[in-house]
T-cell receptor
Framework: DTAVSQTPKYLVTQMGNDKSIKCEQN?????MYWYKQDSKKFLKIMFS???????INETVPNRFSPKSPDKAHLNLHINSLELGDSAVYFC???????????????FGPGTRLLVL | DQQVKQNSPSLSVQEGRISILNCDYT??????FLWYKKYPAEGPTFLIS?????DKNEDGRFTVFLNKSAKHLSLHIVPSQPGDSAVYFC????????????FGTGTRLKVLA
């Protein structure tokens, strides 16, 4: 009964390849996020979708393309992988409250990407 | 430009004693703060939060204090237990308008038995 799940957990690939990471949440939330944790341990938001609509896009190279087929899924596709893309990628979800208040974000276990 | 800072990368505390983890922020517009706990190879897990209208929030062994004038928050764990050993991240956000969390770099807490 995992709340936020990601696949794969580990991903090792060559530079220049295209890869996808999938995220699914079963919490009934309407907002999902992708975060990147780099080698310096900074955890930074990349994208956010609310009801399948992009609401946050943080200066991320356009090689990264999120796709939300429905509000329970947010996938991340990365084209032409570079060495600097090596990081841990976390998916998260939350529920937008009717009062417009912030709701707690729940994180997935992370996907460890290593680009060789 | 790191808007949320955790200046202590690590902290060791004896079991049963108090653990105090600190966090500073620079943006006075932040009005919602959270602490997350992270075990190795797992995602961050929500621990406790505080709105800027409060200066203290308590949940069991965990208490978060907010000092808005100093732009400082702290997490107190009393008593500390070996299972509390993890990396603790503080995060800041806004209650409306955006769903973005700004995270600190984390403090690794080790509770010694």
């Amino acid at each position: 009964d995992t709340a936020v799940s990601q696949t794969p957990k580990y991903l090792v690939t060559q530079m220049g390849n295209d890869k996808s990471i999938k995220c699914e949440q079963n919490l009934g939330h309407d907002t999902m996020y992708w975060y990147k944790q780099d080698s310096k341990k900074f955890l930074k938001i990349m994208f956010s979708y609310n009801n399948k609509e992009l609401i946050i896009n943080e200066t991320v190279p356009n090689r990264f393309s999120p796709k939300s087929p429905d509000k329970a899924h947010l996938n991340l596709h990365i084209n032409s992988l570079e060495l600097g893309d090596s990081a841990v990628y976390f998916c998260a979800s939350s529920q937008f409250s009717l009062t417009g208040d912030q709701e707690t974000q729940y994180f997935g276990p992370g996907t460890r990407l290593l680009v060789l | 430009d790191q808007q949320v800072k955790q200046n202590s990368p690590s902290l060791s505390v004896q079991e049963g004693r108090i653990s105090i983890l600190n966090c500073d922020y620079t943006n006075s517009m932040f009005d919602y703060f959270l602490w997350y706990k992270k075990y190795p190879a797992e995602g961050p897990t929500f621990l406790i939060s505080i709105s800027s209208i409060k200066d203290k929030n308590e949940d069991g062994r965990f208490t978060v204090f907010l000092n808005k004038s100093a732009k400082h928050l702290s997490l107190h764990i009393v008593p500390s237990q070996p299972g509390d050993s993890a990396v603790y991240f503080c995060a800041a956000s806004f209650t409306s308008g955006t769903y973005k969390y700004i995270f600190g770099t984390g403090t690794r807490l080790k509770v010694l038995a």
